[in-house]
């Protein structure tokens, strides 16, 4: 059986995030980073998360992952309530997050030493993993010796590595140049294309979310709720060239439209109608001259 077929349970992996609302802080200090939010990932499903800086994205894929509670309302995976992180959920975030003193291989192999997996098997595992990902002839690299893409792949596999149901991804190329980006959004969707698990993924790139996704929400600013949910009809496994189609170009359309609202939203006050045309200064032959 391949290490992709182990994780092929079907069946599970479904998380359902109910009325749930979540506020830091109390008395004057309080913030309402969501208001009452209700989504759902269903078993095997790729689901993303776009809205403005601060409507409280992070928020919700930590509730998912254990790290945070919710003030109100609950979050579930697979009928049970989540309270604590747990193995059964793989989390990949925006910093690369792997252990500089260990090899590759070696932090592929963490999460299955703490769950007590013996040595031969671990080593089986992060050996097949760094295959797929392209990755094994730098088993034995340190992470300090790869580029960004690669310590990437490398947080992507190594969340894959304890057979989780779920895939958590907060914003996992945003620190990656554009063309390597590109390159990652499409190892992704093979990847995930194979291991069939759910994934929740955040990100602020419209493109991103139509290519991997198979529903996208579309949160308001703070504090965040839903304001609109985006099916993504186009056929799997996508390709580069999908993104020159009229579908792709319509729905990157639509989310503009709707990100636009809120991004500006999210600015006020400080952003009025004359802010939108520029500072309002001429530029004169002298330079900057008069306001208005
Ligand atoms: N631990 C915390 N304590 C207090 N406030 C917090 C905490 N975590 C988040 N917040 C606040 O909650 C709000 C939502 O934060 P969150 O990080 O979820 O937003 P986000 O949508 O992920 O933003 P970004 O796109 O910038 O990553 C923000 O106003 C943030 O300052
Ligand atoms: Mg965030």
Known sequence: MSVAE??????KGCIDIRNTGVTFGSDESEIVAVKEVSINVQP??????????????????SIVAGFVKPTRGEALLDGKKITKPGSDRGV????????PWLSVRKNV????KMAGVDQNR???????LLDLAGLLSFENHYPDQLSGGMKQRIGIVRALATSPQVLLM????GALDTQTRVVMQEILTNIWQQFRISVLFITHDI?????LSDRIYVMTARPGRIKAEIKVPLPRPRTPEMTDTPEFMNLVQELKGLIREESLAAMAPEIKDRGLSGFGMKVGPKGVGELY
């Open 6 to 11: 182990a994780h092929a349970d079907t069946s």
């Open 170 to 173: 907060d914003e996992p190329f």
């Open 122 to 128: 671990r080593n089986a595992t992060a050996r097949s």
């Open 109 to 112: 192999e963490f999460g299955l």
């Open 207 to 211: 493109e991103e979310s139509i290519f």
């Open 92 to 99: 990949v975030f925006q910093q690369y997050s792997l252990f």
């Open 44 to 61: 095997g499903e790729f689901v993303s998360l776009i809205g403005p800086s601060g409507c409280g994205k992070s928020t919700l894929l």
